[in-house]
């Protein structure tokens, strides 16, 4: 994890906070129910990443509600400036946050190098 100030984890949070309740706001049922899991903001809060779990989505869903929530970055951005009053909103980019699927594998790998192991114990 990379040394951020106390500012700059702050914001992170109340972005965390504050964007699903101005997801859950909007009208379309794709997007004002995913789930945020992650925002990482570079310094001067000019750009913030978030990460949103798309493990029930296929492929063609995910590029629909990508393009869904790039539609609604105005509106999450002056929702975000009114809950706040700061001067400035984060430009955001939605990603998808795949790092449940990867622990997924690497639990399945784990479990299938024990099973071999303790076959081998067997012998």
């Known amino acids: 994890m990379k040394n951020k100030?106390?500012?700059?984890?702050?914001?992170?949070?109340?972005?965390?906070?504050?964007?699903?309740?101005?997801?859950?706001?909007?009208?379309?049922?794709?997007?004002?129910?995913?789930i945020i899991t992650e925002v990482d903001c570079k310094n001067g809060k000019y750009d913030a990443k978030v990460y949103f779990d798309?493990?029930?989505?296929?492929k063609a869903e995910l590029k629909e509600i990508r393009?869904?929530?790039?539609?609604?970055?105005?509106?999450?951005?002056?929702y975000i400036l009114q809950s706040t009053s700061w001067y400035?909103?984060?430009?955001?980019?939605?990603?998808?946050?795949?790092?449940?699927e990867k622990r997924n594998k690497?639990?399945?790998?784990?479990?299938?190098?024990?099973t071999k192991k303790d076959n081998k114990e067997e012998e």
Do not use: Y
Not at 5 to 26: D, G, V
């Open 88 to 100: 400035k909103c984060p430009n955001f980019t939605f990603l998808v946050d795949d790092m449940l």
């Open 5 to 34: 100030s106390i500012n700059l984890q702050r914001t992170e949070s109340l972005l965390l906070e504050l964007i699903p309740e101005a997801l859950s706001s909007l009208n379309d049922n794709r997007i004002n129910s995913l």
């Open 67 to 78: 393009i869904s929530l790039r539609k609604a970055n105005g509106i999450l951005k002056s």
């Open 54 to 58: 798309g493990s029930d989505f296929d």
């Open 106 to 114: 690497m639990e399945d790998l784990f479990s299938q190098i024990s």
